[in-house]
């Protein structure tokens, strides 16, 4: 079955929230560096105006990004597309180099009433944390959470 037979089941609820997490081609470490990271984070923002969803909590790590994002009328998969086209485009421009940098596809879970988001919310939070890039969530930059 191809991503796009999967796609066509794919059921967008207004109001639903999903867990999403993509992750950089071939795990290349693209926000290790302050600048490139600085960048994805307005990207961000301009995505919530853009595409009028929201992300509850999100953190985005050397390698990849975990996020909980409540959509309003938006397609899933194209407010997906668009926070990683725009993001890809840019970052390419600021090392002058042409390539992909968002393996294709990404994970998602649409989240049921009866999950606890705030749980959710620690678990995304808690990822630099895990990988031993701060010893408190205080001193980790890239992360936000309208639970926390």
């Not at 796609?7 to 967008?12: E, L, P």
């Not at 999903?18 to 961000?44: G, K, M, N």
């Amino acid at each position: 079955m191809s991503l796009n037979d999967l796609r066509k089941g794919c059921f967008n609820q207004a109001n639903g929230e999903y867990f999403i997490t993509f992750t950089c081609y071939q795990h290349i470490p693209f926000f290790q560096r302050f600048e490139l990271a600085a960048l994805f984070c307005w990207h961000l923002h301009q995505h919530e105006l853009a595409c009028r969803c929201t992300w509850l909590t999100w953190v985005l790590m050397p390698d990849h990004f975990h996020g909980l994002l409540r959509l309003r009328k938006d397609n899933l998969h194209e407010a997906v597309g668009r926070l990683k086209g725009a993001t890809a485009a840019d970052i390419n421009k600021l090392l002058a180099r042409k390539g992909k940098v968002w393996q294709s596809g990404y994970f998602e879970r649409q989240l049921r009433a009866e999950d606890d988001r705030l749980q959710i919310a620690r678990y995304i939070a808690a990822n630099p944390l895990r990988k031993h890039l701060a010893s408190n969530l205080g001193q980790y930059p890239f992360w936000n959470s309208r639970y926390l």
